[in-house]
């Protein structure tokens, strides 16, 4: 009887250890902020939804005050690179990723922020 509480414990400790163990895989997600271009509100939420469709990136926000972008990706499945050329493709520049005339052109009146030079 004793025997068999303490193989009970055992698998306890064992299935503790696995469930941390899958908690821990879970939070290796790189974080990174940069700087986006943009102007206001309807910008954020297309920049933002670009990413949505992006394999490996958990979350991103923009501020537009601030125009900090701030992601969180798993590393193994994209890059700060992707990442930057895909907001890029949805007309928003980056240092690194400038959007084409034609796309920064089809954005929203409003939404056509002053570029960087
Ligand atoms: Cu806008």
């Not at 997600?29 to 700087?35: G, H, L, N, S, V």
């Not at 493709?89 to 939404?111: I, N, Q, W």
Request: proline share 1%; aromatic share 10%; net charge positive.
């Amino acid at each position: 009887m004793k025997q068999i509480k303490y193989f009970g414990s055992v698998w306890l400790i064992l299935l503790l250890l696995l469930s941390n163990n899958t908690f821990a895989q879970q939070e290796t997600f790189t974080k990174e902020t940069f700087k986006v271009w943009g102007n206001c509100g309807m910008c954020k939420s297309t920049i933002e939804k670009s990413l949505q469709s992006l394999d490996g990136v958990k979350s991103g926000k923009w501020n537009e005050a601030s125009l900090k972008m701030t992601v969180k990706y798993d590393a193994s499945k994209t890059s700060l690179d992707e990442i930057k050329k895909t907001i890029a493709a949805v007309g928003y520049d980056t240092k690194e990723h400038r959007a084409t005339e034609e796309t920064y052109s089809k954005l929203h009146h409003c939404c056509q922020y002053k570029r960087p030079k």
